[in-house]
T-cell receptor, first 112, second 111 residues
Framework: TQLLEQSPQFLSIQEGENLTVYCNSSSVFSSLQWYRQEPGEGPVLLVTVVTGGEVKKLKRLTFQFGDARKDSSLHITAAQPGDTGLYLCAGSMIQGAQKLVFGQGTRLTINP | NAGVTQTPKFRILKIGQSMTLQCTQDMNHNYMYWYRQDPGMGLKLIYYSVGAGITDKGEVPNGYNVSRSTTEDFPLRLELAAPSQTSVYFC??????????FGPGTRLTVL
C-alpha cells in the first residue's frame, strides 16, 4: 500500500485545458513537495509546502497543502505541451528529517 | 557545478553477477540517498546516509549495500543480481530545506 496516493495515475488532455492532480494520505506530513520528471532524467523539485492551507504559485501551476497537512493538490491552468511529464508528490513525516515518502506519480500528457 | 552525477547510465547484468553503481555530488550536501523506480510505483528508498561514515536502511534494502567514506561519494553495491532488481536507480543529495537533487539515473536490467 502507498502512504501517498496520487490521482489520477494517467491524464491526457488538450492544450489550453485546466487540470488538477491530487496527492492524498491518512498520515500527517510536516512538509510536502512536488517534483516533475521527464523521460530519461531524474525528478526536479517544483515546490515545497510546509504550512497547512498554504498555497504557492509557480507561473501557471498552483500548489495547495491541505489544512490538516494530509493532502495536497497541483492545479495547472491553460496546460501546454511543455507541461508533459511525470508529476510526483513526496512527503516528510518528521519535521527536520531528510527522508521522503513518494507517491506513485501522475503521468500527464498535453496534446497540441 | 555538475550537481549529482551517476555512472553508468545503462547496464545489463546476468543473474548472480555483482556491480557497483557510482554516485557523486559536488554540492557539499550531508544527506545522500539511493532510490529505485519501477513502472507505476514511484520511488522507493533503498539506503540513505546522513554524513560520511553513517548509513541506514530505507524501505527496500535487501540485496543492496552502501558505503559513505567521503561527503561526495555514495556508491551502491549489488552483490548477487536478481531479475527483481531490474529497475531505474536514482541517487539524490539533500539540501538544507528537505529538497532533494537527483542524478540522471542508471537503468539496470538483470537477465
Amino acid at each position: 500500500t502507498q502512504l501517498l496516493e496520487q490521482s489520477p495515475q494517467f491524464l491526457s488532455i488538450q492544450e489550453g485545458e485546466n487540470l488538477t492532480v491530487y496527492c492524498n494520505s491518512s498520515s500527517v506530513f510536516s512538509s510536502l513537495q512536488w517534483y516533475r520528471q521527464e523521460p530519461g532524467e531524474g525528478p526536479v523539485l517544483l515546490v515545497t509546502v510546509v504550512t497547512g492551507g498554504e498555497v504557492k504559485k509557480l507561473k501557471r501551476l498552483t500548489f495547495q497543502f491541505g489544512d490538516a497537512r494530509k493532502d495536497s493538490s497541483l492545479h495547472i491552468t491553460a496546460a501546454q505541451p511543455g507541461d508533459t511529464g511525470l508529476y510526483l508528490c513526496a512527503g516528510s513525516m518528521i519535521q527536520g528529517a531528510q527522508k521522503l515518502v513518494f507517491g506513485q506519480g501522475t503521468r500527464l500528457t498535453i496534446n497540441p | 557545478n555538475a550537481g549529482v552525477t551517476q555512472t553508468p547510465k545503462f547496464r545489463i547484468l546476468k543473474i548472480g553477477q555483482s556491480m557497483t553503481l557510482q554516485c557523486t555530488q559536488d554540492m557539499n550536501h550531508n544527506y545522500m540517498y539511493w532510490y529505485r523506480q519501477d513502472p507505476g510505483m514511484g520511488l522507493k528508498l533503498i539506503y540513505y546516509s546522513v554524513g560520511a561514515g553513517i548509513t541506514d536502511k530505507g524501505e527496500v534494502p535487501n540485496g543492496y549495500n552502501v558505503s559513505r567514506s567521503t561527503t561526495e561519494d555514495f556508491p551502491l553495491r549489488l552483490e548477487l543480481a536478481a531479475p527483481s532488481q531490474t529497475s531505474v536507480y536514482f541517487c539524490a543529495s539533500g539540501g538544507a530545506y528537505n529538497e532533494q537533487f537527483f542524478g540522471p539515473g542508471t537503468r539496470l536490467t538483470v537477465l
